[in-house]
């Protein structure tokens, strides 16, 4: 049976109904909206910086959308996330790069970005899921302290030392425009960049949403909810608990690589262990345990630090400056806010919000 | 709960001014694809800078140069009688911020030019700023921003870092390991290089390529890397595994703080090593820092150290007592002089092009291209760029700290000492 709050009158009468995705007229209006907005309305409107704000907070939900899944779905807790987007990022560069040199024909018909994609997922998830193998004996602060390794194992030593540096000079591998093409189209302006971006999330969200929604799902959350209590009803703990990990590095591979067509350049400086706190804080502020989470805390974090700057510029013009600390002391501030008042997130509100309208006038 | 509703009408409040202010940000419209003055007797610059991240104990202070320089700009004719309207940003050292600042430069705020800050952010922009035509004076000295045939829009007031290393290690060679007692009995072998930087740092390892080319050259044995964060407190590890190799001069590529601490722990553990250390990391804060274990140490100043007697530097001290009064002198840096380089060098090409007609991108850069052995002073050597070389200089100068103060040891010149190296140096 669905979990959704219907409002009054509506009744399902089999199973393809209670499952859909969009339940009622109102619903499907709202969503048509939605999508209208975000694939016309605001891409016609919006200029290169608008853009590029919606850029970083989609790059944000990618990275998040893991995150969520192993802290939020199934209840393993992850302090090295970026790692993976790294891997990803440095799969897709490398590949990409490589590839093009070697073979003409796959970069003019555009396929060496999308093949290198679905290896940066691969490569990605299967770090990840190594990296999630002492999930089997360990949980809580201590899965913790192994997720954190795979920052410091992953970006400090691995990347740093050898990945980037295999093949060209220095740190920071360039990915000019041009050298990044999805079919025939060139990934190359902030609207490009935001297409890819939109379809990547929508895509991200829709997979993470269907498999929650599967056994696979199911098992996830009885994991969350009670490991040992799932292992009795004959679900495979660490298979699942892999498998877990294997899918929010695959989501993280994605991110990396869409990092890669938005910033021309990939340097191990731009996977510091910062992001990684930053990507939890976003599941936090959004609300554990659901995508809407993930999306709202992207979109008020990034809005958030993005605005802080031009609004103290314009109260404290002389000040600004001065007070730029107050950039990163927001991200910290919010995070102590949300959990005191609303542990439950942003989400959690919304849904509120939903089940008042919907139960309206009659609310008890 | 009642508190409840108001924290959530409070965070509501919030997303929606948020959303606002950032939707109405840009105005509307397709991006523009050349950036124009904002409006009649304004023009409009950016400025992107690091006062919170892994560079800000360099980056503040070449913030406060860059405010100063512009009021000063203001207050003394402008841009023919235009005055600069400053928008600075701090980005925290962080590469996506930096990009979507820049695009706020571009398309909100309307900038002619910006003045950027480090090597990781300017590259990633790089393109970008290529294809929006906007002329980019940095703060990085990267050599890759130098070659106008990849980078035309990349500009900077100084010799780039490889030039700079390459000068730094012969300056060594020469002055040092060929004429100093100490190695007289060792001057049949090889001296020995290590190198320590962060490695994932694009400003600490930009010249790492050049300089073991040029250690090389020179008949140098290098030894193995040492990984050194730029917001290094320990360095112990590091100098021990250096220590095995007996370095005769140790190469220091990140920011003063890291620097120092280095320097320290090499002295404590007794490494028995020169240093040489990079611009950034070698300001009038590192003898504070590192206090005897400083002495003898040489790097790279790309202008004068702040309050040196020497032309124009009148001028920048007054400013920032006039326009910063609050932050004590004794505080201020050399940064804060190649932040004026940098401004002083815009505001020429930025008035040449204004006469010109063409105050925009392209005009920009072709009035740089055409300044010719352009002196603005503060120690800065003439500057040349041209539509095939962005190297602005290929004059060096190395100091050595004594006693606490900085003695210029050697001018090196080498675009005249490697006259047939220097074309292949360009971009890297």
Redesign the interface.
């Known amino acids: 049976m669905s979990t959704m709050r219907l409002p009054s009158g509506t009744y399902h009468e089999n199973y393809t109904q209670d499952h859909a995705w969009w339940q009622t007229r109102f619903v499907w209006i709202r969503m048509i909206a939605l999508f209208a907005i975000l694939f016309i309305v605001f891409p016609y409107f919006a200029g290169g910086y608008e853009l590029s704000v919606a850029n970083r907070i989609g790059y944000t939900i990618l990275c998040a959308l893991g995150v969520q899944l192993l802290i939020g779905f199934a209840g393993q807790v992850t302090l090295g996330h970026i790692a993976f987007v790294a891997i990803g990022a440095y799969t897709s560069a490398l590949f990409t790069l490589r590839v093009n040199e070697a073979t003409p024909i796959l970069k003019d018909l555009g396929l060496t970005y999308p093949i290198s994609v679905i290896l940066a997922m691969l490569v990605a998830g299967l770090w990840s899921m190594l990296f999630g193998l002492p999930s089997a004996r360990v949980k809580g602060f201590y899965l913790i302290m192994t997720t954190m390794a795979a920052q410091f194992i992953t970006v400090d030593f691995i990347i740093t030392h050898y990945i980037s540096r295999v093949g060209y000079r220095g740190v920071s591998f360039s990915l000019p425009p041009g050298t990044i093409r999805f079919g025939p189209w060139d990934i190359r302006t902030d609207l490009e960049q935001y297409f890819l971006m939109l379809i990547l999330v929508i895509l991200g969200i829709l997979f993470v949403g269907n498999l929650m929604r599967t056994r696979i799902g199911r098992a996830w959350i009885a994991i969350r909810d009670n490991d040992i209590a799932a292992e009795v009803l004959g679900v495979n703990v660490v298979r699942y608990k892999l498998l877990a990990f294997f899918v929010a590095g695959a989501l993280a591979g994605a991110a990396g690589s869409y990092a890669n067509a938005v910033s021309f350049t990939v340097s191990p400086e731009q996977f510091g262990f910062g992001e990684s706190l930053w990507l939890v804080g976003v599941v936090l502020i959004g609300g554990i345990g659901s995508n809407y989470g993930t999306v709202f805390g992207a979109i008020f974090l990034t809005l958030l630090t993005e605005m802080v700057q031009p609004t103290l510029k314009f109260i404290l013009p002389d000040l600004a400056l001065k007070t730029s600390y107050v950039k990163d002391m927001i991200f910290g501030l919010a995070i102590i806010v949300f959990l005191l008042l609303e542990p439950k997130g942003l989400a959690y509100r919304l849904q509120r919000l939903k089940d008042y309208v919907h139960l309206w006038p009659f609310s008890y | 709960m009642n508190?409840?509703k108001v924290?959530?009408a409070l965070?509501l409040v919030?997303?929606l001014a948020?959303?606002v202010?950032?939707?109405g940000?840009?105005?509307?419209?397709?991006?523009p694809t050349a950036a124009p003055a904002a409006s009649k007797g304004e023009i409009n610059v950016g400025s992107l800078?690091d006062?919170?991240g892994a560079t800000s104990d360099v980056g503040k202070d070449y913030?406060l140069g860059v405010?100063e320089a512009v009021k000063w700009i203001n207050e003394n004719g402008g841009i023919n009688g235009k005055t600069i309207k400053l928008f600075?940003?701090?980005y925290?050292y962080?590469?996506?911020?930096a990009?979507?600042i820049y695009?706020?430069f571009?398309?909100?705020d309307k900038v002619v030019a910006v003045l950027g800050w480090g090597t990781?952010d300017t590259?990633?922009l790089?393109?970008?700023i290529n294809?929006d035509k906007m002329p980019y004076v940095s703060a990085s000295y990267a050599g890759?921003l130098t070659d106008p045939a990849k980078t035309p829009y990349n500009l900077f007031a100084a010799p780039d870092y490889s030039t700079s290393a390459r000068a730094a290690l012969t300056a060594w060679y020469e002055e040092v390991w060929k004429k100093d007692a100490r190695f007289a009995s060792e001057q049949s072998g090889k001296p020995r290089f290590i190198a320590f930087y962060q490695?994932?740092?694009?400003y600490s390892?930009?010249p790492?390529?050049a300089l073991k080319e040029q250690a090389t050259l020179l008949g140098f044995e290098i030894g193995a890397d040492q990984?050194v964060a730029l917001t290094a407190l320990d360095t112990k590890s590091q100098v021990l595994a250096a220590k095995d190799f007996k370095p005769h001069v140790v190469w220091h590529g990140n920011t003063t703080n890291s620097v120092a601490t280095a320097l320290k722990d090499a002295k404590a553990l007794a490494l028995g090593a020169d240093h040489l250390v990079n611009t950034y990391g070698y300001d009038e804060n590192l003898p504070k820092l590192a206090g005897d274990a400083a002495e003898g140490v040489m790097g790279i100043a790309v202008a004068a150290f702040y309050g040196e007697n020497i032309k124009f530097m009148d001028t920048v001290v007054a400013s920032a007592k006039k326009y910063n009064p609050n932050t004590p002198q004794d505080t201020r840096l050399i940064h804060t002089v190649k932040a004026w380089a940098n401004t002083l060098v815009l505001r020429e090409a930025m008035t040449r092009a204004d006469k010109a007609g063409k105050l925009n991108g392209e005009g920009i850069r072709a009035a740089f291209e055409e300044l010719k052995d352009f002196d603005i002073g503060l120690g800065v050597t003439p500057l040349t760029w041209s539509s095939s070389d962005h190297r602005a200089t290929g004059q060096v100068r190395i100091y050595q700290i004594k006693g606490g103060k900085f003695n210029l040891l050697k001018q090196m010149d080498m675009k005249a000492k490697y006259a047939s190296d220097w074309p292949k140096w360009i971009g890297?």
């Open positions: 508190y409840r924290f959530f965070t919030m997303v948020l959303t202010a950032c939707a940000g840009g105005g509307g419209g397709a991006a800078n006062l919170t913030a405010q600075q940003y701090d925290g962080r590469v996506p911020e990009q979507t695009k706020r571009r398309d909100f990781g590259s990633a790089s393109p970008t294809q890759e490695k994932s740092s694009p390892s930009a790492i390529k990984d890297y």
